[in-house]
Nanobody, 124 residues
Framework: VQLQASGGGLVQAGGSLRLSCTAS??????MGWFRQSPGKEREFVTA????????TYTDSVKGRFTISRDNAKSTVYLQMNSLKPEDTAVYYC????????????????????WGQGTLVTVSS
């Protein structure tokens, strides 16, 4: 089982990036993104459950980030618009074969599989 994340890079503030995470080896009902900045703990960004009708975002990215999934490709996407310097972090894809209940979606321990991380740098 493997989660392969890609799409990170360097972008100016106000710009956009699209991250992808492709799962191989099994299917996952819940897929999400976390991020970690230097000196900070890993934090929840967003998650999507089931067919994609249910998604949740941390407050700081609402209205700017959009998570989506293509189950045929076993891939989840994170479209990031209006990027800010404070969005700079390593972004990690995470997944669970089961549907994680809403109250536990933001907990890293709810996810049993993790990708390798992709670096997003937003310059001011």
């Amino acid at each position: 089982v493997q989660l392969q994340a890609s799409g990170g890079g360097l972008v100016q503030a106000g710009g956009s990036l699209r991250l992808s995470c492709t799962a191989s080896g099994r299917t996952f009902s819940t897929m999400g993104w976390f991020r970690q900045s230097p000196g900070k703990e890993r934090e929840f960004v967003t998650a999507i459950r089931g067919s994609g009708a249910s998604s949740t975002y941390t407050d700081s990215v609402k209205g700017r980030f959009t998570i989506s999934r293509d189950n045929a490709k076993s891939t989840v996407y994170l479209q990031m618009n209006s990027l800010k310097p404070e969005d700079t972090a390593v972004y990690y894809c995470a997944a669970n074969p089961l549907v994680i209940i809403l109250s536990q979606l933001a907990m890293a321990r709810s996810y049993s599989y993790w990708g390798q991380g992709t670096l997003v740098t937003v310059s001011s």
